[in-house]
């Protein structure tokens, strides 16, 4: 394909507003552009990248017996109503009206929409299993759309559901999708790690999240790309590796999501969903009698344990939520951050947020500072971390302005529901006991996950098991993020390129180095002087000796200096470049490999059998 005939408006800077690599370099070489906010144009080189992700998912869904099909996504809110999401989803939703004045919605995910076609089409057990999916735009009206292709309000996802009679059937099929998603980010060229994920209300082993590991920006090696002229960063002077490091550090590190793993063992988890080793240590102490303590103008746990000249372990800290519109009081040992994925799934809420200072006034007769758990209105409930219960004689908020207690007990002052949830610390003890957590920043890039009877019941999706008796349809869905994949991939493939000029000048530039699967075309063919006839002719006999071999060939057809020809291709990144160049009249063209760096200049009658070569590596 002629270069000249593609849309790809590189650019010579990077943009001003990424703060990201990925989304730098997909709007410098071309590949996006935003049309108005999180929501961008898939330009020709990025849409080619897509659609060869759509094939690498297709062959792999086909491996499992997963069915493509595709719902709209314009969708009757009355869908929702059912699901009752329509009114818990919250401001994402894209709410619109039909000519009629009818309420309609853009589709942000799709179980409403699979569950209302199964359940019409679908009366009997012998019907199931049933494994179907697509790969669509989705609309989500994020509140801050940001980095690129990695949060946006219009993205592609290819969405899966399955539809069973048993759970272990269920099982299954979300082990079979497990191992396609294995397979599909491995062949994407994707560095990731499967984790427990956030399964809502029903724990971890039913959901897993895949994550895209976002490299460390000190790991010179993984990010520099030397030409051959260097032969080592050691040959690097200092002062401009020191710009290189510069340069990589004023880069924002992507991930969103923190994952935590185990320095031993194959535990591995979301941050929201992550806990430590715990064993019960309560002290077998005699209890003291309550005493409230003056503790002027203390705020922080911290100001608490120091005025009372006490271990911040010592002091309970009391937060007030507000959970689908009942009011908890959430109990911490301490420092220890509230991990509120865990308290909501715990609670089984749609909805929880932190009560604001004047409701918890309302509810707890103090103000922030002074809040604690003893004497508490009936109606509110305690959630308290497991770790709470090991105190004895603890200090806590007198629920009084400016007052605290001490000699606090479980039990015997308060009444908790005792589980876990706290925020884990980077160091603590992996949960079964092997190695220690650790954390790394990561992007979700997929999410398999059971979804058990949640839409069947809500939506009355039954059908007739062998005897006959009505049972409710047992789900599982599947999400892979398409186009934030693309963010992903770029993310881990963006390279600083260092040459050194003959003058022995060292220039480092950013470029993409993309994976061979999913690179918008195999080849990039230069003329370096497209005036020159006899190399016109040589470019035109190698493009069309590459296609023949089912090369897809980017042909830089355009009349430009050369300079600029070869930083665009370093931009856009495909995986081997070949440049008709001075020695077109001899026949003889350059080859080079972008990922091994390797570069030889072959005649262009073995060019075929060379690229096979260097390419089987
Ligand atoms: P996140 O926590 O990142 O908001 P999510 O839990 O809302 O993700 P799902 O509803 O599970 O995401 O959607 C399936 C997949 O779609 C995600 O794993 C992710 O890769 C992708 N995705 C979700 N929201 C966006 C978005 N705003 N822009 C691009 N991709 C997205
Ligand atoms: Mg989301």
Known sequence: MKQSKMLIPTLREMPSDAQVISHALMVRAGYVRQVSAGIYAYLPLANRTIEKLKVIMRQEFDKIGAVEMLAPALLTADLWRESGRYETYGEDLYKLKNREKSDFILGPTHEETLTTLVRDAVKSYKQLPLNLYQIQSKYRDEKRPR??????????????????????????????????????????????????????????????????????????????????????????????????????????????????????????????????????????????????????????????SQFLNIDSHQVIKTL?????????????????????????????????????????????????????????????????????????NAVAGANKDGYHLKGVNPDRDFKAEYVDIREVKEGEMSPDGQGVLQFARGIEVGHIFKLGTRYSDSMGANILDENGRSVPIIMGCYGVGVSRILSAVIEQHARLFVTKTAKGDYRYSWGINFPKELAPFDVHLITVNSKDENAQDLTEKVEADLM??????????????????????????????VTVGKKASEGIVEVKIKASGDSIEVNAENLIETLEILTAK
């Open 147 to 304: 980095n690129g292709l990695l949060r946006t309000r219009e993205f592609i996802m290819k969405d899966g559901y399955s539809f069973h009679q048993s759970y272990e059937d269920l099982d299954l099929t979300y082990e079979d999708y497990r191992q396609a998603y294995e397979a599909i980010f491995k062949r994407a060229g994707l560095e990731f790690k499967g984790i427990i994920g956030d399964g809502g209300a029903m724990g971890g082993k039913d959901s897993q999240e895949f994550m895209a590991i976002t490299p460390e920006r000190t790991d010179l090696n993984r990010w520099l790309s030397l030409d051959k002229s260097i032969p080592s960063i050691d040959d690097i002077p200092e002062h401009i590796l020191n710009d290189i490091k510069n340069e990589l550090s004023s880069w924002m590190i992507s991930g969103e999501d923190t994952i935590v793993y185990s320095s031993e063992s194959g535990y591995a988890a979301n941050l929201e969903m992550a806990s430590n080793a715990y064993k019960p240590s309560r002290k077998v102490i005699s209890h003291e009698d309550l005493l409230e303590v003056e503790t002027p103008d203390c705020q922080s746990i911290d100001e608490v």
């Open 548 to 577: 023949a071999k089912g090369y897809e060939v980017l042909t830089d057809d355009r009349n430009e200096r050369v300079g600029s020809k070869f930083s665009d291709s370093d931009l856009i990144g495909l995986p081997i470049r």
């Open 320 to 392: 007030v939520f507000i959970a689908d519109d009942q009011p908890i009081v959430a109990l911490l040992v301490g420092n220890d951050h509230v991990n509120d994925v865990k308290l909501k799934n715990y609670l089984g809420a749609d909805f929880l947020e932190v009560a604001s200072e004047e409701t918890a006034f309302q509810i707890m007769g103090a103000h922030f500072g002074s809040l604690g758990p003893v004497n508490l209105p009936e109606n509110v409930r305690i959630i308290a971390d497991r770790n709470v219960e090991d105190l004895a």
